[in-house]
């Protein structure tokens, strides 16, 4: 494996730079060629289309977003594609065309969105789409039987745990998700410290990245104890 020191070089813009969805809306191409003209690193969200195809959604449902009733991994990612976004002219795009406009330009995290019983294919499909790919790209989840797979369905593609809580079950639960072989950690800015994130980046050295940072104050705690930010809704680098 790679080093994925990258991981740390830049904020990653959260769902790509939108604007909370006024005009330029979450996980759309228009806002991801906004955060790489930036110069920001982005995060998207995956689900697995009824075609098998990985589509760029957050949600399970269409309605917050599309304003339309039903469930994404219903859809063919054809049928996606005719959805728009928050009444705008993009619509729900593949993982492939995300890469295509991306083109290498900065880093991009994936985060695969699991449907227990619905998701089956969901890690192979990421990484088919990435096989290839020239930039620098890792994956991640909250969904433990997605992470279980990384290492069978996309071998050396860097993989993360994205994770949250503070109580001992969920840090041990946390800690279970070592013995896969991740390569780094995404925690929520507002459970910062814990002593997971400090064995990890401490005992591990593997980077920590936080979620999702919206405010200078945020960003003050994140710095203090993780390397790198998930943000939206502020330029961090003004002044």
Not at 65 to 87: E, H
Not at 155 to 160: K, L, M, Q, R
Not at 218 to 231: E, G, N, P
Request: with cysteine; charged share 25%.
């Amino acid at each position: 494996m790679a080093s994925i020191d990258w991981l740390k070089s830049v904020p990653i813009a959260h769902r790509g730079l939108h604007d909370l969805n006024r005009l330029r809306w979450e996980n759309t191409l228009s806002a991801f060629d906004a955060a790489a003209d930036a110069g920001f690193a982005i995060e998207c969200d995956v689900h697995l289309s009824a075609d098998g195809k990985a589509v760029v959604f957050h949600d399970g449902q269409l309605d917050r977003l599309t304003g339309q009733a039903g469930s994404i991994d219903k859809l063919t990612a054809a049928q996606a594609a005719n959805l728009r976004v928050g009444g705008t002219n993009d619509h729900v795009p593949t993982l492939t065309e995300t890469l295509r406009l991306i083109g290498g330009r900065v880093p991009i995290v994936i985060e695969l969105k699991g449907m227990p019983g619905r998701d089956d294919g969901l890690v192979k499909a990421v990484a088919d789409d990435l096989a290839g790919y020239d930039g620098l790209a890792a994956i991640m989840s909250f969904d433990h039987h997605l992470i279980r797979l990384f290492g069978k369905d996309a071998p050396g593609i860097p993989a993360g745990l994205t994770a949250e809580g503070l109580r001992d079950e969920e840090l041990e639960a946390h800690f279970a998700m070592l013995a896969y072989g991740i390569d780094f950690v995404s925690y929520n800015v507002h459970h910062l410290e814990n002593r997971f994130v400090e064995f990890v980046r401490g005992k591990l050295g593997l980077p920590v990245i936080s979620w999702t940072v919206r405010n200078f104050d945020d960003k003050l705690i994140s710095d203090r104890h993780v390397d790198q930010i998930t943000f939206e809704g502020f330029d961090p680098g003004a002044t």
